[in-house]
């Protein structure tokens, strides 16, 4: 192009004289506000929200998907030369603050790839950034941001992920049914079998036969046992979608030391509550009463002989989820022990405590679970338990 030019000033041609190259027949200053006007156009379209900065934190440029975002989002006006995170310094300093440090590190020439998601005034979506730096003869002068949508394959990716653990779920599932076919239910069938086998032997006399009957009955009462069980573990994975409802903690605590109010006063248990940081939710209330009746009655249950037992329970928001805590100054678990185990079925840790099927803290977690929460346990051995359960 420079050849060109002083060839054509060789010729006389005045600064005005026109470009055939390229085939586009523009004077320069013409080519420049095309150009201007495509790089415009293709900003405008992209589908994206772009953005540059200055050294300040100042607005230098920016398209109207970012003015149309702030403004639906934020409800503010957005102008060139507003400082980036201004709107933020007020209703959340620490927002703020985590994005000077961001815009901050590639002011320093970091070049910045990550996903933030954000939740305001009932929208939530998921942005994926890129804040790189923009350089002028190896000097800094501003940034170059471009912010990309991503809610729609991040949710697909969260609905994917849903389906993987729902699918290893169940799959465990299967395994506990297994297990209940294997073990709880073969040993009273075979039972039953061998009485039967014994009744049709000749001479028996009738105290063997009295004896079998006895032997029968409790065979089959263990068998029933072992399918209310199943059943209702059935039912808990089952139901979630029934009726949802507003629930009252205390009211709930309530109900329940009125219903077990003998053990209650038989261990001398003092049960303290803290419902003001969350005193309630609506949720599927068999399900809650169920985990607060079981970890209740565990804690009375194991506690430590000759002590009165202590148990706390306290709620909070956090994140916008209920958070639950269950305290008590028991037995404790050995969790290095019994760890991977303490949530199974049929699991027992204190059977020469109290008797115990071993079901409740499986069906604690199994309820937990199925409202698409989390629980967790802190216990030490002798110094009592904490259960944490996150809806």
């Given amino acids: 192009m420079k050849d060109f030019v002083q060839q ?8 005005t004289c026109r470009f055939e190259t390229l085939g586009m027949g523009k004077t320069a200053e013409q080519l420049l506000v095309h150009s201007e006007a495509s790089l415009h156009a293709m900003i405008e379209n992209a589908g994206m929200t772009i953005y540059s900065l200055d050294h300040d934190f100042r607005y230098t440029h920016f398209n109207s998907n970012l003015k149309e975002s702030l403004k639906k989002v934020y409800n503010i006006e957005v102008k060139i030369g507003d400082v980036v995170f201004d709107f933020l310094s007020t209703d959340n300093p620490t927002e703020s603050d985590e994005w000077r440090s961001l815009y901050s590190r590639a002011l320093a020439g970091e070049m910045l790839e990550f996903v933030k998601e954000f939740t305001a005034e009932g929208y939530h979506s998921f942005i994926k950034f890129y804040i790189n730096p923009i350089k002028e003869r190896d000097e800094i002068t501003g940034l170059a941001c471009v912010a990309i949508d991503i809610t729609k394959e991040r949710l697909a990716e969260m609905e994917v992920k849903k389906i993987a653990d729902d699918l290893l779920k169940r799959n465990h599932h299967l395994e506990q049914y297994a297990y209940i076919i294997a073990h709880n239910l073969r040993s ?9 086998n014994l009744l049709e032997m000749p001479g028996a006399s009738p105290a063997d036969k009295e004896e079998a009957k006895t032997h029968i009955l409790g065979a089959v ?7 209310r069980d199943l059943n209702d573990i059935l039912q808990a994975q089952e139901e979630i979608n029934q009726h949802r409802e507003s629930v009252r903690f205390e009211s709930m605590v309530s109900e329940i030391t009125a219903s077990i109010q003998s053990a209650i006063e038989n261990s001398g248990a003092v049960i303290t509550t803290d419902f003001l940081g969350c005193p309630g939710m609506v949720t599927v209330k068999p399900f809650v009463h169920s985990m607060f009746y079981n970890l209740i009655c565990n804690s009375i249950k194991y506690s430590k002989p000759g002590t009165r037992p202590t148990i706390r329970i306290s709620s909070k928001s956090s994140e916008g989820r209920v958070l639950l805590t269950f305290e008590d100054d028991g037995l404790g678990l050995d969790l290095e022990a019994y760890g991977d185990k303490v949530f199974g079925l049929y699991k027992r840790f204190h059977p020469q405590v109290a008797e115990g099927k071993g079901i409740g803290l499986f069906m604690v977690k199994t309820h937990v679970e199925a409202l698409g929460g989390e629980i967790r346990i802190d216990s030490k051995v002798g110094y009592g338990t904490t259960i944490t359960i996150k809806l």
Avoid: T, Y
Avoid at 8 to 15: F, V
């Fill in 8 to 15: 054509n000033k060789a010729m006389g041609c005045s600064r």
């Fill in 221 to 227: 009462q263990r068998l029933d046992l072992v399918i």
């Fill in 188 to 196: 009273p069938i075979a039972n039953l079998l061998g009485i039967a």
